[in-house]
T-cell receptor
Framework: GENVEQHPSTLSVQEGDSAVIKCTYS??????FPWYKQELGKGPQLIID?????GEKKDQRIAVTLNKTAKHFSLHITETQPEDSAVYFC?????????????FGKGTTLSVSS | NAGVMQNPRHLVRRRGQEARLRCSPM?????VYWYRQLPEEGLKFMVY????????ESGMPKERFSAEFPKEGPSILRIQQVVRGDSAAYFC??????????????FGDGTRLSIL
């Protein structure tokens, strides 16, 4: 079946450093790639998304890049702060059924220490 | 501007009982998705519904699980004769439309289901 791989599973950085989380997907028809942040006891919160007609998107300290040829996309967080500590999930849409199911990676636990 | 509302937040059931999980989508959203999350795992898609229609239930177990999204009221995920393996967090998401535009899905805070 379709699959999304996410690495690393855990990431520890010092406040002010950058953090990078990488994902690969298997469905070549996927064309929508959101990133979610999940805090303890809460639901996933959409932080940024990218569609396959662009290669990069930026929103303040957060950026996402997409390489469709390699089926690879990444989340970049610059100038990390302690409040960035959470679990981050990448996802890809099920391309054959546009706009429906999202396939999620297993998550990256980001810890930012001050 | 309320977000996706799920209730109850926590639900405890004994084996063999029924569990009903409710989800009210964001205002103006007519598409609802249910996902299940096991501890330290990503979310797994279960079912996608529009008002009075099940669009995609490819992730739903074939037995004991059902979902509905009636014309009036919240979407309901129903689990009959629960077993210990049903213990998980169940999340609902909503979007304004789907089709080829891939509208973002916004999630509620989930229902934590525990089976004794």
């Amino acid at each position: 079946g379709e699959n999304v791989e996410q690495h690393p599973s855990t990431l520890s950085v010092q406040e002010g450093d950058s953090a990078v989380i990488k994902c690969t997907y298997s469905d070549s028809a996927s064309n929508y790639f959101p990133w979610y942040k999940q805090e303890l006891g809460k639901g996933p919160q959409l932080i940024i998304d990218i569609r396959s007609n662009v290669g990069e998107k930026k929103d303040q300290r957060i950026a996402v890049t997409l390489n469709k040829t390699a089926k690879h996309f990444s989340l970049h967080i610059t100038e990390t702060q302690p409040e960035d500590s959470a679990v981050y999930f990448c996802a890809a849409n099920h391309g054959k059924q546009a706009g429906t199911a999202l396939i999620f990676g297993k998550g990256t636990t980001l810890s930012v220490s001050s | 501007n309320a977000g996706v509302m799920q209730n109850p937040r926590h639900l405890v059931r004994r084996r063999g009982q029924e569990a009903r999980l409710r989800c009210s989508p964001m205002k103006g959203h007519s598409h609802v998705y249910w996902y299940r999350q096991l501890p330290e795992e990503g979310l797994k898609f279960m079912v996608y519904l529009q008002k009075e229609n099940i669009i995609d239930e490819s992730g739903m177990p074939k037995e004991r699980f059902s979902a509905e999204f009636p014309k009036e009221g919240p979407s309901i995920l129903r689990i009959q004769q629960v077993v210990r393996g049903d213990s998980a967090a169940y999340f609902c998401a909503s979007s304004p439309s789907s089709g080829l535009n891939n509208q973002p899905q916004h999630f509620g805070d989930g229902t934590r289901l525990s089976i004794l």
